[in-house]
């Protein structure tokens, strides 16, 4: 049987998409990095699985059987609870191959529900849920120690408010608290322009340096209020990527920004088989 694909990023952050309604595929962690690699296979930030929630055996309670639910996968085959970037080529790939009539597609993921709403101008906003501010810690990068807040946007971040971005070697995995984030954590270095709007860039968990992290913006932004005593607001960042917009409200968040696809295909059955 075939093994269709389509290919998809939110501001550079790129995915390879895999339907598969009924949960048919064995998507091993082999078989994810072997196609995130961008030499031996499609290259890609991450793979979103394009499945029923009943499907899948691990999706959280309290998600309609018949939902589409986003199984993401980082690219180094580790599962993860949330992607906004993720969110938004998944709704837009919904609404494109009329598997979702939209405007607005309910998408299901680890992190729970995530309404996200098609915009004509082709751009998606996503329903990101509450934003938990988890505290201050601190991550060492190139022998300094960075003040950040810890933020859960349905997965861990720790956002550091600094004076510039463009010099930060993020080659490398920057230095946290293991205590504090024993799963890991999305490192995000914000760099504030005016009072609503922000520089990033972003260290993912299982990924590396990325040149853009939807929930990463949700922090960033988070993290940007707070170093001037808000907790609402809306914020303007830019990434490596583009550009997304975040509202921050009491009770809760919002991401908007374009979604994009370059390709569609079908992977070669015997280089599947052969990753078994």
Request: glycine share 14%; charged share 25%.
């Amino acid at each position: 049987m075939a093994i269709a694909f389509s290919k998809g990023h939110g501001t550079e952050n790129d995915f390879v998409l895999l339907p598969d309604p009924d949960g048919d595929l064995d998507l091993t962690p082999h078989r994810v990095r072997a196609l995130c690699d961008r030499r031996r296979g499609l290259g890609a930030d991450g793979v979103l699985r394009v499945v029923r929630t009943k499907a899948l055996p691990d999706a959280p309670g309290g998600i309609d059987g018949d939902v589409w639910f986003m199984d993401y996968r980082n690219a180094d085959g580790s599962i993860a609870e949330m992607c906004g970037n993720g969110v938004r080529v998944f709704a837009r790939y919904l609404t494109d191959t009329g598997l979702a009539a939209g405007p607005e597609v309910p998408v299901g993921t680890r992190a729970g529900l995530r309404p996200a709403t098609v915009n004509q101008d082709g751009t998606v906003t996503v329903d990101m849920g509450p934003v938990r501010r988890l505290g201050r810690s601190t991550a060492r990068l190139a022998g300094r120690e960075l003040d950040g807040l810890g933020i859960d946007v349905g997965n861990p971040h720790l956002a550091c408010v600094v004076d510039a971005v463009a010099d930060l070697d993020l080659a490398t995995q920057p230095g946290f608290d293991p205590a504090t984030f024993p799963q890991g954590v999305n490192l995000e270095f914000v760099e504030p322009v005016t009072d609503d709007e922000v520089r990033m860039r972003v260290h993912e968990r299982g990924v590396g340096e990325t040149r853009s992290c939807g929930t990463g913006t949700v922090a960033a932004a988070a993290a940007a209020l707070d170093a001037q005593g808000r907790t609402t607001g809306v914020v303007t960042v830019h990434i490596p990527g583009g550009t997304v917009t975040v509202e921050v409200t009491d009770t809760g968040s919002t991401l908007t920004g374009p979604a994009e696809f370059v390709a569609e295909g079908e992977l070669a059955q015997s280089w599947w088989d052969a990753l078994a």
